[in-house]
């Protein structure tokens, strides 16, 4: 019997490469896992697939009401609603992408330390699941986007990028989240609480311009900041800094590399010590 | 022929938070609080506060070669390392020295049911675990009706596993499972699960697989399946590997290895022994014990096996009326079994004096599983001249004594005994040997 192939199990430490390899040879796990995260998540919610837009739909009310009416502030050109929500789909993905992934590991440790595959599939395959409540929220925001009367221009073409970019930002921070979760449980508590900080250092809910203009540089640095201009520019065709959104998409590539990287280096210790 | 899996120097290290015992997540909690106060001292380079904590040598210096078509039963207390073992050639944990090389395809099975998810159901817990295992979607699709068969639990594909009785669960997690088919299988005690007539089947499947060639590595406490499935033993303990060579020596080993670590030597000192109150001469000296093959027995022994009782007790003056008595009281202190030497025909040895070794011959000791006191005592004429009440404790441990896998569960002792049908006049097969009917011994 001619072996199928030859694997040497040896020590491993310090930083790790991508097993492309194995994660091409296990590749029909992770749509499986993906399959059962989006099984799981809409066979036991009553409200199906209103779950998913119901979030970014309250928050929008929510923030019209408390923002726009109460405290005055005003979109960059489309309505209020349309414009926060715009803003408020990438934001929900991203938001429950990183609290989902960050506690993935340890909701699956009967998988991690009973059975070998690439460990990246758990984080990664949980907001992969994902999606589908943002492609839910789309829907929304193209019935809105009828309601407001508001054309939809071949600019949307772009909203992949911004899809992808909003994808591997939460990635990034997900699988490095994820990674400490396993040894330092803590981080189940601090992941709302930045969640939070984040949606207020982006602008979700108010324009660019309302930032100090020797500060918003700055905001090229978060990832996110690229993804809701993207969105907006993409969808609503709201005026866009491109030199910022270009550095914030960059920021996100960075942030996947670097979260897979730590993932990957506690990866080893993830049997012993979860 | 090249060697399928190769063992070379394997050895793994945990660390201790403080002095704990590993494994339980609760046991890091003060590692975890030493590391939280510097969370980044474990981003960068271990620290030399780090290195000095407890280390613990889980596994150490494994070396051995698995050949294609072996089966291997390896055997070990709890933490002599079996499982971590299992976890490196599985992967899911790295060595911390040494390689194992594996040339083919590989599938572990630690449990039955990982990946299994209550809400899914029965149907699509079978996609899932068997991708979990490493089947591919066309592998399971084309296996998908025999798995189902196998599992007997057709009626329910379609519901929930939640909703699942605990067998029925069982019954298809191992369905999945004995439908991996790759070269080198990894089983982990797997088939300490589900009632008596799915564990037969799931050891009759075992056998089919390690018959048709396959590598299979199997760890069990289950001495039956290990002696029933396996040609070659492999004992671990306290993370070295101990003994390597065919099965049924490898299972001798382990129990004696295990009782050396226990209870008593296989030579027991009578001389010294608590007495009852009464004043008598300390005659028995000690009490030896063998199995099979005269090996010494040491706490441990397989039932059916024999076992040999060596008596040393020296005569002051010629006597040839001495007796030897062993009672065996089993965990609730009933007498189960009496031997005795005025039940030997064979007196011919005549007047005796000085020291004496009486041996005591059991071909088989055909008592039920568990642990048993052993009191001996000694007459002379009438007399009773001697009583250690608690002088041994033995452990009966289960064997494959029916030849089929399968342990008693119930009552106190066995024996070989045969179920046929009746089939109009043809009667009993050939092959029964006639019952002799015991002689009515009469009152004495």
């Known amino acids: ?274 | 022929m090249e060697p399928i899996v190769e063992f070379r120097n394997l050895s793994k290290e945990y660390v201790l938070g403080s002095a704990m015992r590993r494994g339980r997540h609760e046991n890091f909690r003060e590692l975890l609080l030493r590391n939280l106060k510097a969370p980044f001292q474990v981003l960068a380079r271990r620290q030399p506060d780090l290195v000095r904590e407890e280390r613990f040598w889980a596994l150490r210096d494994i070396t051995f070669d698995v050949n294609p078509g072996d089966v291997v039963g390896i055997m070990g207390r709890n933490g002599a390392g079996k499982s971590t073992l299992l976890k490196i050639m599985s992967r899911i944990t790295d060595p911390s020295e040494g390689h194992i090389k594996i040339r083919g395809r590989l599938a572990s099975l630690l449990e039955v049911g990982t990946g299994f998810h209550p809400e899914l159901t029965g149907r699509e817990n079978i996609f899932l675990n068997g991708a979990i295992l490493g089947m591919r979607k066309t592998e399971i699709i084309s296996k998908f009706d025999e798995i189902v068969a196998f599992s007997e639990v057709e009626r329910f594909l379609d519901t929930p596993v939640k909703h699942y009785s605990s067998g029925m669960y069982v019954r298809l997690a191992f369905a999945v499972a004995a439908h991996l088919n790759p070269e080198i299988l990894v089983v982990d005690e797997v088939l300490a699960v589900g009632d008596m007539a799915f564990q037969k089947k799931c050891l009759g499947k075992m056998n089919e697989v390690s018959q048709g060639g396959r590598t299979v590595l199997f760890v069990s406490h289950n001495m039956v399946a290990v002696e029933n499935l396996c040609h070659r033993g492999i004992v671990l303990s306290h993370g070295k590997l101990t003994f390597d060579g065919n099965a049924k020596e490898a299972i001798n080993f382990y129990l004696h290895s295990v009782s050396g670590e226990g209870s008593h030597g296989h030579i027991i000192d009578l001389a010294s022994a608590r007495r009852g109150p009464l004043r008598r001469p300390r005659l028995l000296q000690k009490m030896e014990f063998y199995t099979d093959g005269n090996t010494p027995m040491k706490g441990n022994i397989l039932m059916g096996a024999a076992l040999k009782i060596r008596v040393h007790f020296p005569l002051s003056e010629p006597v040839d009326n001495f007796q030897i008595g062993i009672g065996f009281n089993d965990m609730f202190d009933q007498r189960v079994l009496t031997v005795h030497s005025c039940f030997e025909p064979d007196r011919s040895h005549g007047k005796r004096v000085g020291p004496q070794v009486f041996v005591c011959d059991i071909p088989s000791l055909t008592l039920v599983p568990g642990g048993y006191t052993l009191r001996i005592w000694m007459d002379i004429g009438v007399d009773e001249v001697d009583l250690v009440n608690d002088a041994a404790r033995i452990q009966v441990v289960e064997s494959d004594f029916y030849g089929t896998g399968r342990a008693p569960w119930n009552g106190t002792f066995v024996l070989k005994h045969r179920w046929y049908i009746e089939q109009g006049n043809e009667a009993s097969p050939s092959s029964l040997d006639p019952i002799s009917i015991p002689r009515v011994i009469p009152p004495v």
């Open chain 1, 1 to 274: 019997m001619a072996p199928s192939f030859e694997l040497v199990i040896k020590p491993r430490s310090g930083w790790q490469p991508i097993d492309w390899k194995e994660v091409i040879l296990h590749r029909e796990l992770l749509g499986f896992l993906i399959w059962r995260d989006i099984k799981i998540r809409y066979r036991q919610t009553l409200l199906v697939g209103l779950w998913a837009v119901l979030q970014p739909l309250v928050a929008m009310l929510i923030f019209t009401f408390v923002f726009n009416r109460l405290a005055g502030v005003h979109s960059d050109g489309p309505p209020y609603p349309l414009f926060a929500f715009a803003g408020l789909a990438p934001w929900t993905f991203f938001s429950n992408s990183v609290s989902t992934s960050s506690n993935s590991l340890v909701a699956n440790q009967q998988l991690v330390s009973k059975i070998y595959f690439p460990r990246v599939f758990i984080p990664l395959g949980s907001i992969a699941a994902l999606l589908v409540d943002l492609c839910f929220s789309l829907v929304l925001l193209f019935g809105l986007m009828i309601k407001y009367h508001w054309s939809l221009t071949y600019h949307a073409l772009l909203l992949p990028i911004f899809v992808a970019a909003a994808f591997l930002s939460a990635s990034g921070i997900g699988l490095a989240l994820s990674a400490f979760n396993v040894s330092f449980r803590d981080i189940k508590y601090t992941v709302p609480f930045l969640i939070q900080m984040g949606l207020f250092v982006t602008p979700v809910i108010y324009p660019l311009h309302y930032i100090p203009a020797r500060l918003q540089p700055l905001v090229g640095l978060n990832p996110m900041a690229g993804v809701v201009l993207g969105f907006r520019s993409a969808l609503l065709g709201s005026p866009a800094d491109w030199g910022l959104i270009r550095l914030s998409l960059l920021m996100s590539v960075v942030l996947f590399i670097g979260g897979l990287l730590i993932f990957r280096r506690m990866e080893s210790r993830f049997a012993d010590v979860i």
